[in-house]
């Protein structure tokens, strides 16, 4: 096992963010849109490279305004604007954050009324505001006859299909993980609490290269687990368990997000079955993943082997600035695969009294096969002590 070190310079040249404004302008363009809003940390980082864990407070809206014509502009709290002037972004307009009676509003107003009445915001899907729906309000009276459109479809179309810089953070983020899982044998044992397994895997993570384990859920029990999105409870790792870590650890702003199961001590044959048949599902779906199939094909192909048994939902989604971006795959999603898009690749299915088995990978679509970003699980469960 090899520590991976520093990784991949952190930011962007400045010519990305000009390629990505000149992306959104034009699909502007085509929609007659005069100016999209963004409210949210991950759409605001991708248009203007602005990262804080700030965001992680309520407190304070921020905005960035992108015209259809000219770079963005940046509406925020004065707190942030030490760090936005350190992006490639010129105009930045700041009030004193939280204000009693106008939070930012009359000077997005304002903003906003300089480019245009035809306003783009995110709508659909896994679309949020991040601002008090009240001040929103205000927002729309204040510019009263303006027309607002749904801009999801163009913030999706910009983040699909990701830059090699990009997957470059992704990569690192995986491999970092995937250091940590291989030293699962050190690291988790018979006995053991799961709140200091999950506390000495972050550790190791942290250890490995990454910035943040942003999310770390899993579940363990005997012969198997039927809960996999909670933290852990105190309970004790016995022999018979299965224990999964489902993780999505960060490297400058961008996700890994992949799990690993493990037995301890013995592994049922009914397990092991699970086991091997959610592995099967990942093999199909890497023979799907080609540029010109639909997430829908991807689906279809892992579902088809879990069928007998029946399956847990979606399986997989995007991965990028967020743990999960669209698109995903289910039976109904007919987004294109294209090179240069990552995805997770997530079959899971019941079996048993109450279990379930999940297994995911991480890969970036290329022309041919796909590129496994996470290193792939055992073909067999891992048994441990």
């Not at 309520?58 to 770079?71: D, N, Y």
């Not at 939070?103 to 903003?111: E, K, M, R, V, Y």
């Not at 895997?201 to 579940?219: A, H, P, R, T, W």
């Not at 990942?282 to 799907?288: F, M, R």
């Amino acid at each position: 096992m090899t520590t991976i070190g520093e990784g991949p310079p952190r930011g962007f040249p400045e010519v990305e963010f000009a390629q990505r404004l000149d992306r959104a302008q034009a699909y502007m363009h085509d929609v007659h849109m005069d100016v999209m809003l963004l409210t949210t940390e991950e759409n605001i980082r991708y248009l203007s490279g602005f990262g804080t864990q700030f965001f992680q407070s309520p407190t304070r809206p921020w905005f960035l305004a992108v015209p259809k014509s000219g770079k963005p502009v940046a509406v925020i709290p004065t707190i942030g604007a030490v760090a936005m002037s350190k992006t490639w972004i010129e105009d930045i307009r700041t009030w004193s954050s939280p204000h009693p009676t106008d939070d930012g509003i009359s000077l997005l107003a304002q903003t906003i009324a300089e480019m245009g009445s035809r306003i783009g915001l995110p709508m659909g899907r896994e679309a949020v505001l991040r601002m008090p729906l009240n001040d929103f309000a205000r927002l729309r009276q204040r510019l009263d006859g303006a027309e607002f459109i749904d801009a999801s479809p163009i913030i999706q179309a910009l983040r699909l299909v990701k830059s090699e810089l990009e997957i470059e953070k992704i990569a690192h983020a995986c491999a970092s993980v995937g250091n940590a899982f291989d030293a699962a044998p050190k690291l988790f044992s018979v006995g053991q609490g799961d709140v200091e397994a999950f506390r000495r895997f972050k550790i190791e993570c942290l250890n490995q290269g990454v910035d943040d384990v942003s999310y770390l859920v899993g579940g363990a029990g005997a012969g198997g687990y039927g809960d996999i999105i909670s933290p852990p409870s105190g309970r004790k790792i016995q022999t018979g368990d299965v224990l999964i870590l489902d993780t999505g650890c960060t490297y400058d702003g961008y996700f890994c997000d992949f799990d690993r199961n493990f037995a301890f001590g013995t592994a049922s044959d009914q397990v092991r079955q699970a086991y091997d048949t959610v592995y099967r599902a990942t093999e199909a779906g890497l023979a799907a993943a080609r540029p010109g199939a639909t997430c829908a094909d991807l689906y279809h192909a892992m579902h088809g082997v879990m069928t007998a048994e029946g399956d847990v939902g979606r399986l997989g989604h995007g991965l990028g600035l967020q743990l999960t971006e669209g698109p995903s795959n289910t039976p109904w999603d007919e987004t294109e695969l294209r090179p240069g898009m990552v995805m997770t690749l997530e079959p899971g299915m019941a079996f048993g009294d109450g279990k379930v088995m999940v297994h995911e990978e991480n890969i970036v679509i290329r022309d041919g096969a796909p590129e496994l970003l996470s290193r792939r699980a055992d073909p067999e469960l891992p048994v441990l002590g």
